[in-house]
């Protein structure tokens, strides 16, 4: 389950740590924003990265927006101070909403969300620093990575073709 090709936004992955840290279910609404919002445009560029679905600019601009839009969403719950009265990524426990996030933005931050995107979601970044640094998310998820710089998937079909160039936080074209 872990490693570089790894596929760790999966509900076993997520239910794999959750068990281990014996978690409460937390935020409802960062949930619901991981749930609604960001679970199905991650999933569609985590594949893209992964060679696993064939790279489309348009459908990974209109992902990467999307991401882009659901981590303004966790901000704002976030900055409603909601993740605090849940024991937040700093209490004794990690919450299935915390686990769920972290899961989700694990691949993104290392490929896909630069400095740039990062730095637009401050309150976001620092959860999951927090978050994925914990030993029951180490140990399913991985080391979290950062990305200096985002990167965009394969040109072409899955599988195949050159790198395509490297941006800073969201895709431009050359």
Do not use: W
């Not at 794999?16 to 960062?30: E, R």
């Not at 970044?125 to 029951?136: D, Q, S, Y």
């Amino acid at each position: 389950m872990t490693g570089a090709g790894a596929d760790v936004t999966g509900f076993d992955a997520i239910k794999a740590v959750a068990d281990a840290a014996n978690a409460p279910v937390g935020n409802g609404d960062l949930l619901a924003v991981e749930r609604d919002v960001l679970a199905a445009p991650a999933a569609a560029l985590r594949k893209m990265h992964a060679d696993r679905a064939p790279y489309v600019p348009a459908q990974y601009d209109a992902a990467l927006a999307q991401i882009v839009d659901g981590l303004a969403q966790v901000e704002r719950v976030l900055a409603s101070g909601a993740d605090a009265a849940s024991g937040g990524a700093g209490g004794e426990k990690l919450t299935l909403a915390e686990i769920c996030l972290v899961a989700t933005l694990h691949p993104l931050f290392a490929k896909a969300l630069g400095p740039e995107a990062r730095a637009k979601a401050p309150r976001t970044t620092a959860l999951f620093e927090r978050a994925a640094a914990r030993g029951e998310a180490l140990g399913v998820l991985g080391k979290p990575v950062l990305c200096a710089a985002a990167t965009l998937p394969n040109v072409g079909s899955a599988g195949g073709g050159p790198k395509a160039e490297t941006c800073r936080g969201t895709r431009t074209e050359p």
